[in-house]
């Protein structure tokens, strides 16, 4: 099977494993320092915080903007489940906007004017929302970038990560990702504040005590064990070292899916990113009727396609708090993107023959239906 998505390790990630497995740290050791200059020299971003996964990121982000019970969190439907999950972990009450049809970003004209205690930004697919058009009046207390999709992406006012426009910018290091540790995650951020409470919310809440003896800590918030080890935070470093060669590679697969399908007026492409913007390129996520079917076919044929999102109010835990059954009504351009999207396969070690396979067997697909 051909995946969607894939690592891509090379002898210099296997290297960088192995020193530290050779070295004093596997934990909390020189590693990770290196691997959050690294984030902070590529993004901009004043501070960056290591954390277990992307998930932990989110959570640890939320945590730290001071989100909690009897606040309202806003986020894209279209993303996976974790973006709106890191509301429900703090106990803040999660609300659904809908997307764009053409960039599938959240539709910040639809986010209301007041009331936004939270807004969880997710880059879809890898290209940036647009958050400098938020309003300063309707701005929502605090804003959080879920940018599991858009390492490397840049907006006109700076990298993805550099928190521009919001408090704090998560990245995940999934394999699947564009870059791994395999697990793990990273927060920025340019507040020192958030920054302190970042650093003790990954480590059980622990901060030191000034003037006391070092081993007199104290817990005065509860925290989490959300640490990253130094074998994958080595690895992080060693896989950012190659963003550029990758996204490169990624542009590359983009172009040639949009040459050759760009004859088949049944196939919307996914939008390009805007003058003066990067795209990620996270996923391609094409539309396409009838992609249920397609779907099926093309798995048969041993091309791993996917679906990129159940939209998560559909998910129980969300449906439960939507008022009606009537999803269609409330979120149309959601449901009329979760309904035709079809994820091709994307990450840097395709083939050109396996992407030749993937758009031949598409290709024969469309002109026997
Ligand atoms: C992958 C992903 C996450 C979660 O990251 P993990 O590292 O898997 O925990 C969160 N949000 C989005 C949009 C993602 O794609």
């Not at 959300?226 to 590359?252: C, H, P, V």
């Not at 009838?290 to 998560?312: C, K, N, S």
């Not at 993937?358 to 239906?369: D, F, G, K, P, Q």
Request: with cysteine.
């Amino acid at each position: 099977m051909i995946p969607y998505g894939h690592q891509s390790i090379d002898d210099d990630d296997i290297t960088a494993v192995i020193a530290v497995l050779r070295s004093p740290f596997l934990t909390q050791g020189p590693a990770i320092t290196e691997f959050e200059a690294l984030v902070c020299e590529l993004t901009g971003a004043r501070h960056a915080v290591a954390v277990s996964s992307g998930t932990a990121a989110l959570h640890a982000a939320v945590h730290a903007a001071g989100i909690g019970s009897g606040d309202v969190l806003w986020t894209s439907p279209l993303s996976f489940a974790a973006s709106a999950n890191a509301g429900r972990y703090v106990g803040a009450q999660v609300r659904f906007c809908d997307i764009d049809p053409t960039t599938l970003n959240i539709d910040l004209d639809q986010l209301p004017g007041y009331g936004v205690d939270c807004l969880v930004a997710v880059h879809y697919a890898g290209l940036p929302v647009d958050l400098s058009a938020l309003a300063a009046d309707r701005r929502p207390r605090v804003i959080v970038e879920d940018a599991a999709h858009a390492i490397g992406a840049r907006t006109p006012w700076g990298p993805v990560g550099s928190c521009s426009h919001s408090d704090l910018c998560c990245f995940s290091f999934h394999p699947v990702k564009t870059a791994t540790t395999a697990e793990g995650g990273v927060v920025t951020t340019n507040s020192d504040e958030m920054a302190e409470r970042l650093r003790a919310f990954r480590h059980h809440g622990i901060r030191q005590v000034p003037g006391a003896p070092a081993w007199r800590y104290d817990i005065a918030e509860v925290g989490y064990n959300f640490r990253l080890t130094d074998i994958g935070a080595a690895l992080g470093s060693s896989q950012l070292r190659k963003l550029e060669r990758f996204l490169a590679r990624r542009d590359e697969i983009a172009q040639r899916y949009r040459d050759e399908l760009a004859c088949d007026d049944r196939i919307l492409l996914p939008p390009e990113a805007p003058a003066g913007y990067r795209h990620g390129r996270h996923l391609f996520p094409i539309r396409i009727p009838d992609r249920d079917r397609v779907f099926e076919m093309l798995r048969a044929r041993g091309i791993g396609v996917q679906v990129h999102y159940v939209p998560t109010y559909a998910l129980s835990a969300y449906a439960r708090f939507e008022p009606d059954a009537d999803v269609v009504a409330r979120y149309p351009a959601t449901e009329a993107a979760v309904a035709s999207l079809l994820s091709l396969p994307m990450f840097v070690d395709l083939t050109d023959a396996e992407q030749g396979t993937v758009i031949r067997e598409l290709s024969n697909l469309l002109i026997a239906m």
